[in-house]
């Protein structure tokens, strides 16, 4: 099992900007792909972005499409997610996973323990 911690959450103003990063204990990392997910509270987890292997493609939710962007160091084992003109409906915890480049979250096993971010207007 991989294990993976993301960090960088916290609170932020709308217009703000975060970077989420995830670190993932795999040596092989550089052959998974990598997404993003949220949970808002009293929703389901949510599919946000993902990003292939070697970064050459990159797919998002149409609610986060130009405002997010995802990107992956392979020789840090990180995959990222910069979130730009954060809107109070972005709050949520946000999870890291691999394996896939899915909308859903049936096709992923692993799961960090997720990072809260909190938007305020």
């Known amino acids: 099992q991989v294990q993976l911690v993301e960090s960088g959450g916290g609170l932020g103003q709308t217009v703000g900007s975060r970077r989420l990063s995830c670190a993932a204990s795999?040596?092989?990392?550089?052959?998974?792909?990598m997404a993003w997910f949220r949970q808002a509270p009293g929703k389901e987890r949510e599919f946000v972005a993902s990003?292939?292997?070697?970064?050459?493609?990159?797919y998002y939710a149409d609610a986060v499409k130009g405002r997010f962007t995802i990107s992956r160091d392979n020789a840090k084992n990180t995959v990222y997610l910069q979130m730009n003109s954060l809107k109070p409906e972005d709050t949520a915890v946000y999870y890291c996973?691999?394996?896939?480049?899915?909308?859903?979250?049936?096709?992923?096993?692993?799961w960090g323990q997720g990072t809260q971010v909190t938007v305020s207007s």
């Open positions: 996973s691999l394996g896939s480049i899915s909308t859903m979250t049936s096709r992923y096993r692993d």
């Open positions: 795999t040596r092989t990392f550089s052959s998974y792909a």
């Open positions: 990003i292939t292997w070697n970064g050459d493609s990159r």
